[in-house]
């Protein structure tokens, strides 16, 4: 089992910055995928951004040039930098880890309690 602690977000106004961190613990192996995803009232939940153990990262569309995600491998966070918030960015952004044992098995998939990000003037 692996467990997710995220913190950050809140309230920003458009066209500032908030920060989103989470951190993993448990039974973790040594190659992973961590990141974050969000989800409005009544809509699927969507990618944010991702990043590999190993650094490679993938970002939403929407999100690109605005949002910065980064790990510290050996602590097992990520955190989310978000500059430039627009209102459409209002959601609850859910932590999300994911790892298999080697190549042959399926991922697991693991998800934090999410964090409401609110983004008004």
């Known amino acids: 089992q692996v467990q997710l602690v995220e913190s950050g977000g809140g309230f920003g106004q458009p066209g500032g910055s908030l920060g989103l961190s989470c951190a993993a613990s448990?039974?973790?192996?040594?190659?992973?995928?961590m990141g974050w995803y969000r989800q409005t009232s009544g809509t699927e939940r969507e990618l944010v951004a991702t990043?590999?153990?190993?650094?490679?990262?993938d970002y939403a569309d929407s999100v690109k040039g605005r949002f910065t995600i980064s790990r510290d491998y050996a602590k097992k966070t990520v955190s989310l930098q978000m500059n430039s918030l627009k209102p459409e960015d209002t959601a609850v952004y859910f932590c999300?880890?994911?790892?298999?044992?080697?190549?042959?098995?399926?991922?697991?998939?693991?998800w934090g309690r999410g964090t409401q990000v609110t983004v008004a003037s």
């Open positions: 999300s880890f994911r790892q298999r044992r080697n190549v042959l098995a399926k991922y697991t998939d693991y």
């Open positions: 448990g039974n973790i192996f040594n190659v992973f995928i």
């Open positions: 990043i590999s153990s190993g650094g490679t990262t």
